[in-house]
């Protein structure tokens, strides 16, 4: 994607989120500048936003090129392709399992699969680094979190 | 300034008691070894670490977060240095002549360099906070919901449009961290606004799990399988780190000079470390008689930016304490920390909690003392975390974001919010839009609103107030100097031929 179509999509973002924001804000009661209402402030930005969204479509078309002289990528470190399915599935799917694992089984298989499956999101990992790398995680998780700093969530539920 | 300076001894004394001193160590310990390693920056460290600040007392609490922040400057040094790995974006530019000078078997004393000039301008950052702190205090005593408001105005602008990037996606970003802000119950009405219908969201959106999920999450989605380290050139022996005479007249000036850019941007609102880094570095280079020798191991180009990081972090501290309105993302933050424990930065805080206030500079001073103590032969050792392969740090990271984030409010709700955060933070990031105004939207929102609710309701509905009351009006025009600043500049850019900028 050039940058040309990143601003597309970004304005356009911006102009859906915006409007939305507008919308469901007038629903709290707008009210006056003197008495305002629920809703004022968040209408108030919302339609700011949706205005920078069409600033920034509008430009999008119209300014060539790259805001170049800017700061160096911070992302200069990186290589590679930049979809990263299997990556990105396990990062959310990891802190995923954390929430749902840690309402239904408790600290310990928490943290083992959150660790697991964010491990195996990286292609440099197998399933037996991951598991180590999670199993150790989880025995000191248990004894920082749980023991040390006794965090609430229990080690284990039965649910 | 006799009563600066004796309440400065009375910071020193609170500073020094061994349980806040313990705070402080590990906070700067922390901060440091964040610094090194990339990815984690002080952003996400601190939210980390918030649920610790709600435990213990406000006074440990924020000496400990002070010390994540400016430890984590020292940090960032040793990375971009040894390794051409800028830990974060304001070590970028330490990188053009360190990462040469470590090539050329001098890394060490690029490394001496960099710990004298930091010291030397967190010093005068700390010097300035000190005489400058109580004047404004004074000042701010006067003012009204309407000063408060054109005030925050302008950090918010500033916080915008000096970001890096588009200055417009700057401001939309502003926008968002507001309207995040908004999301929850309203104070005044009890209406739920924006909870999409969860009852979850009717406390609104916590701060930790907002800014780990836009900046750790967000960090993880985008680096996964993407990273590349160096790790040769990293053997630094403690002897190699002192520098000779003639390295350090030769890094004296720039270090002024740096100074002297930190300090002044460090009292701007809205001004990243980032910005003031590059000035630094651009100044340093124009000013240079051998301008060539930039980028190929200049000392100058190691010892001007760091010094300004330095000195900006001290002084970074000073609006933010004495007014209320952080100076950027870091200071938002910390403020929200402060606000969790129910302090209230600002004027008052001075007056109420003069342990706070003084107790915390004085802290500064101890830091940077440790830090210059513990850095000489901790060196091996935060090279070698550096060579923990990233395959193994980010799942070891996201489990300590989520246990971090359940915990300040015992809910697991939470760390879903912060998942949903880091999708949309990479969403953005890919979309180029600068992530930190979010922080400082989020931070500012919730006073923001009440501030201009009261300023209405005083003027009974009257705008014009924003420009008859002195203060407001003032902040007024420099915020609306600024918009004109960028819209010129805009211009200018829009006609073919433009110069671009020179570095």
């Given amino acids: 994607m050039n940058k040309m179509t990143k601003d597309h999509v970004g304005g356009a973002l911006l102009l859906a989120v915006g409007i939305a924001v507008v919308v469901a804000g007038a629903g709290y009661g707008v009210g006056t500048l003197r008495q305002m209402g629920s809703g004022f402030f968040p209408v108030l930005l919302g339609a700011l936003l949706t205005l920078i969204g069409v600033a920034l479509l509008f430009s ?58 964010a491990a195996m999101g990286d292609r440099g990992n197998t399933v037996r680094s991951a598991a180590a790398l999670a199993a150790g995680l989880t025995v000191a998780g248990v004894i920082v979190f749980h023991y040390g700093l006794h965090l609430l969530l229990p080690l284990f539920t039965w649910s | ?150 005030i925050m105005l302008l950090g918010l602008l500033a916080g915008a449009t000096m970001a890096r990037g588009s200055p417009l996606k700057g401001v939309a970003m502003t926008v968002f961290g507001l309207l995040c802000g908004v999301a929850g119950t309203d104070e005044i009405s009890g209406t739920a606004r924006y909870t999409l219908g969860l009852s979850e969201l009717r406390d609104g959106v916590e701060l930790g799990g907002l800014t780990m999920g836009l900046f750790g999450i967000a960090d993880f989605l985008v680096s996964v399988n993407r990273t590349t380290v160096n790790p040769a050139n990293a053997r630094v022996s403690m002897r190699d780190m002192r520098p000779t005479w003639a390295e350090i007249r030769q890094a004296f000036w720039p270090m002024l000079r740096g100074t002297g850019v930190g300090t002044a941007f460090g009292a701007l609102p809205g001004t990243g470390p980032t910005i003031t880094t590059f000035l630094a570095y651009a100044l340093e280079r124009r000013w240079s008689k051998s301008p060539e020798r930039f980028g190929k191991g200049a000392l100058e180009g190691v010892a001007a930016p760091e010094a300004a990081s330095h000195a900006k972090t001290q002084v970074d501290f000073i609006p933010t304490m004495s007014l209320g309105i952080p100076g950027d993302p870091v200071m938002a933050l910390i403020l929200g920390a402060l606000v969790m424990k129910g302090l209230q930065p600002g004027p008052q805080m001075v007056a109420d909690h003069p342990d706070i206030f003084w107790g915390l500079i004085a802290s500064f001073w101890i830091g940077n003392v440790l830090l210059v103590i513990l850095n000489v032969p901790l060196i091996g050792v935060w090279v070698r975390m550096l060579r923990v392969p990233y395959r193994f740090l980010y799942p070891a990271a996201l489990f300590f974001i989520a246990v971090g984030v359940y915990s300040t409010r015992n809910n697991l709700f939470d760390v879903a919010i912060t998942a949903a955060f880091g999708v949309v933070g990479a969403i953005l990031l890919a979309l180029e839009f600068p992530l930190s105004p979010i922080v400082l939207g989020f931070v500012l929102g919730p006073q923001l609103e009440p501030n201009f609710r009261r300023a209405m309701l005083l003027s009974r509905g009257d705008l014009s107030v924003f420009v008859t009351r002195p203060v407001a009006c003032g902040f007024v025009a420099a915020s609306a100097l600024l918009v004109l600043l960028q819209l010129l500049a805009w211009w200018r850019r829009r006609r073919p031929g433009a110069p671009t900028s020179a570095r």
Avoid at chain 2, 22 to 43: A, D, E, K, R
Avoid at chain 2, 115 to 129: E, N, R, T, Y
């Fill in chain 2, 1 to 150: 300034m006799h009563d600066s300076l004796m309440q400065l001894v009375y910071g020193f004394g609170i500073a020094l008691e061994p349980h806040n001193l313990m705070w402080c160590v590990f906070g700067v310990l922390v901060g440091n070894l964040i610094g090194v390693l990339p990815g984690m920056g002080p952003l996400s460290t601190i939210s980390m670490l918030l649920p610790i600040v709600a435990v213990i007392a406000p006074v440990p609490g924020i000496l400990m977060l002070a010390g994540i922040f400016y430890g984590s400057q020292y940090g960032g040094a040793i990375g971009a240095i040894l390794l051409n790995l800028p830990s974060h974006p304001p070590h970028a530019v330490t990188c053009l002549d360190g990462y040469p000078l470590t090539l050329q078997g001098r890394g060490g004393t690029a490394l001496g360099i960099t710990m004298m000039a930091s010291f030397f301008a967190a010093s005068v950052g700390i010097v300035v906070m000190i005489f400058l702190s109580p004047l404004l205090v004074k000042a701010a005593d006067s003012f009204g919901p309407a000063d408060i408001c054109a």
């Fill in chain 1, 60 to 117: 999008a078309g119209r300014v060539p090129g790259s805001d170049a002289d800017e700061a160096p990528a911070e992302m200069a470190h990186l290589a590679g392709p930049v979809v990263q399915w299997r990556g990105w599935l396990c990062i959310v799917g990891a802190a995923l399992a954390f929430v749902v694992l840690g309402e239904h089984g408790g600290l310990v298989p928490a943290s083992f699969a959150s660790v697991f499956i």
